[in-house]
């Protein structure tokens, strides 16, 4: 059995500790998210990329660096360990000659949100809880509906009722209690928060528990062994809650320290849609938080989120690494997702195809060079949206 090294929870702004093995929500004191903490030295002392490399694919071969103690609720649907694929033809029409996607569309439920779900489902399930609640734009509602169904649990999901209409149904046939909101994501998580109150329901929103993060991070954790353990130049992340971007900063962090990697980090860099990019304007603006987006608009229904929890989580990653925000129209996604298509045979999410959008630009600013490694991610499948 491969154990997990994790010791206690931390809050990013205070350093308020938090004991692991209860249930944690955040720091409401810094109105912070919580994020995992391990004992590195003694992963680093028992474990080697080469024992991890050597181990069944799938999320939980990197368990020394996941939450969940005991193998039993290490539940699955077969996540993680997607395709970084190389894209020759978009490449030479940007010329660059080292272009990849990191498709997650392979993974259960179509999206990059099972892996998240899917840690803190199983994280949850061991500390006791087996009904759930999550607000969501449409994808981590499906994973959420799917992963609880897995495990004989109980999940209430909330979700705009313009969601793509392939989550609504995802949801229904998971068995999941389904409620439609008029609005957005953020309506859908007041009203989700007013009715768990007086029930024993967990909320599993975007960053409102530790262990999404840690499931998402498991991206970063894969990329750095596909370059041999050396890190790309330029990752382009479609952002609405962050939690993948966060995620991987804080796994090239962890790599360190275990001495699998060195210090160079990739420049990150956060796509949202021009009808709804709050992280944007905060970056442009040199800002260390974000304000609520009004009127949030696009067709990119992952990427309407009007405010981020994690929004300072996400600026310093931008920041630290040297990387940047910038804002796609729809009509540039759309146009995206069909290059995309054509040139390398991926039918990507509207929220992937911005990863391309916001490229474009950085390579006609000429912040990105022709001779750098550079990863997209598409997050989930285009066949969602169709």
């Known amino acids: 059995m491969f154990e997990s090294g994790l010791t206690h929870l931390e809050c990013p702004e205070c350093g308020r500790v938090f004991n692991a093995d209860q249930v944690q929500t955040f720091c409401e004191d810094c109105r912070s998210p919580l994020l995992a903490r391990y004992d590195l030295a003694k992963i680093a002392a028992s474990v080697s ?66 892996r998240g779900l899917c840690v803190a489902v199983a994280r949850a399930l061991e500390l006791g809880r087996t009904e759930f609640v999550i607000p969501t734009a449409g994808n981590a509602g499906g994973a959420l509906a799917l992963y609880a169904a897995r495990a004989g649990a109980v999940a209430h999901v909330f979700m705009p009722k313009d969601a793509p209409r392939s989550n609504q149904e995802e949801v229904r046939a998971a068995g999941a209690d389904l409620q439609l909101v008029d609005g957005l994501i953020s309506d859908a998580a007041r009203l989700a928060t007013e009715a768990a109150q007086g029930t024993h329901w967990f909320d599993v929103s975007t960053f409102k528990e530790p262990y999404r993060a840690e499931g998402k991070k498991t991206m970063g954790l894969e990329l750095a062994e596909s370059f041999g353990w050396e890190l790309p130049d330029v990752i382009i992340y479609p952002t609405g809650g962050g939690t993948g971007l966060v995620g991987m900063w804080k796994a090239f962090a962890e790599l360190e320290s275990l001495g699998w990697i060195g210090s160079k980090r990739p420049r990150m860099v956060t796509v949202q849609a021009d009808g709804c990019a709050p992280v944007v304007r905060a970056f442009q603006a040199g800002a260390q938080r974000t304000e609520t987006w ?8 992952g990427l309407r989120v009007p405010n981020a929890f994690a929004d300072r989580l996400i600026l310093r990653a931008l920041r630290e690494s040297g990387g940047t925000a910038l804002a796609v129209s729809d009509k540039e996604i759309v146009t995206a997702q069909i ?48």
């Not at 894209?87 to 030479?92: D, F, S, Y």
């Not at 391309?356 to 991610?377: I, M, P, Y």
């Open 49 to 114: 990329r080469t024992h991890v490399a050597a181990r069944p694919r799938g999320l939980w071969r990197w368990a020394e660096l996941l939450p969940v103690r005991e193998e039993k609720f290490r539940l699955t649907l077969g996540e993680g360990d997607t395709p970084l694929l190389s894209a020759p033809r978009l490449g030479q029409t940007l010329n660059l000659s080292r272009l990849f996607i990191k498709d997650e569309s392979s993974n259960p439920t179509g999206s990059f949100k099972a």
């Open 294 to 301: 009004q009127n949030a608009h696009t067709l990119a229904a």
């Open 339 to 386: 290059e995309m298509a054509h040139a390398e045979g991926l039918l990507a999410c509207p929220e992937g195809a911005a990863s391309l959008a916001g490229l474009r630009h950085l390579v006609k600013n000429r912040w990105v060079q022709s001779d750098e490694t550079v990863v997209l991610f598409n997050t989930g499948t285009g066949l969602k949206y169709i």
